[in-house]
């Protein structure tokens, strides 16, 4: 429980940071809100009142505190573009980009670990070099042209999906899973790939190791040996792997989106640094910041429970 705890203590104060330095970014360079939103022609007094109305003639470290503290109950602000609340605006993206970022962590999860077995067991075999080349270029290629390779090869080719034909999650669930399950894939080969190569790895040195012999030399078959013993040992790196790639799938879904018309963070993210709509951008990249926190501070404490040993090194 202390781990978890101080686990937890460093998001909060990790969480502090991100938003006071991003606060701190934006008011520098998004010049004068009332000029943004009232545009160059408007009267100063007209100026002055709205400067009034939205704290800008607060010091900014009072503007900070309140703003952090609408954070923390949902409220960020006022969008300079649509003169409307930016939880509004966001608030029905955030499920399509976590809900992507999930879908392709259960794809990663769900071709790594078979292939990763299977190549390990047939090390060196045809099957293993067959296995490699392919995650090596699999590997090299970034996920937003994975994007467009599925989309010419799916979309267009075997028309398995409609390019740009987003299913909302609010009208069709069902149709809304069928289409996000393409760029969830192209988000998750290139992670995929990389966790096959190290689950690989990972059973090829357990395979070495003396308790494996020992465990060979009690009668037990391969696959029990692989199972009941090795599996679990060669798991434990790859726990950090998968938190790690989860907190970049979050990041990453954002390109990704703009490859299949997906009306998510990422959009609204791209809109709004068009617009300088920097309220809308702040949020957008405090709530990523936060779910990446939150992965990699779950991923922490799970590794923990998987191996006490981490406690006891704290």
């Known amino acids: 429980m202390k781990y978890a705890a101080k686990k ?19 008011n520098f360079i998004s010049g004068d809100a009332a000029v943004s939103m009232l545009g160059t022609n408007a009267s100063p007094e007209r100026l002055a009142a709205l400067r009034h109305e939205l704290g800008l003639d607060e010091p900014v470290l009072l503007r900070y505190v309140k703003w ?8 960020f602000g006022i969008s300079y573009s649509y003169r409307i609340g930016v939880a509004g605006m ?24 078979p292939l990763g077995i299977f190549a390990a067991m047939h090390q060196e075999g045809w099957i293993d070099r067959g296995v490699s080349v392919i995650n090596q270029v699999i590997m090299a290629i970034p996920p937003f042209f994975s994007g467009i390779l599925i989309t010419l ?35 998750a ?29 009690r009668g037990n078959s391969t696959k029990d040996v692989l199972y009941h013993h090795m599996l679990k040992n060669a798991l434990l790196p790859a726990v950090t792997f998968f938190g790690m790639a989860l907190a970049d799938m979050i990041a990453g879904s954002i390109i990704v989106e703009q490859v299949f018309s997906i009306p998510g963070l990422g959009r609204i993210l791209l809109t709004s640094i068009s617009n300088r709509d920097y309220p809308v951008v702040m949020a957008v990249i405090v709530i990523i910041s936060l779910l990446v926190l939150i992965s990699n501070t779950l991923v922490d404490i799970i590794y923990s429970l998987i191996d006490p040993r981490i406690n006891l090194n704290e």
């Open 68 to 75: 952090f503290a609408g954070f923390l109950r949902g409220d």
């Open 189 to 217: 080969l290139p992670k995929a790939a990389m966790a096959v190569r190290l689950l690989r790895g990972t059973l090829i040195r357990e395979y070495n190791m003396d308790y494996v012999r020992t465990a060979f030399s």
């Open 90 to 113: 966001i608030g029905e993206k955030i499920p399509v980009t976590l809900t992507m970022a999930l879908y392709a962590f259960v794809i990663m999860i769900v071709i790594s670990i």
């Open 8 to 26: 937890i203590v460093t998001m909060v104060i990790t969480l502090i940071l991100v938003t006071f330095f991003v606060f701190l970014a934006f």
């Open 153 to 187: 090869l799916f979309g267009r080719i075997f028309r398995l999906f409609t390019p740009g034909g987003y299913v909302s999650y609010r009208t069709d669930f069902a149709g809304f899973l069928g289409y996000m399950f393409f760029p969830a894939l192209a988000i």
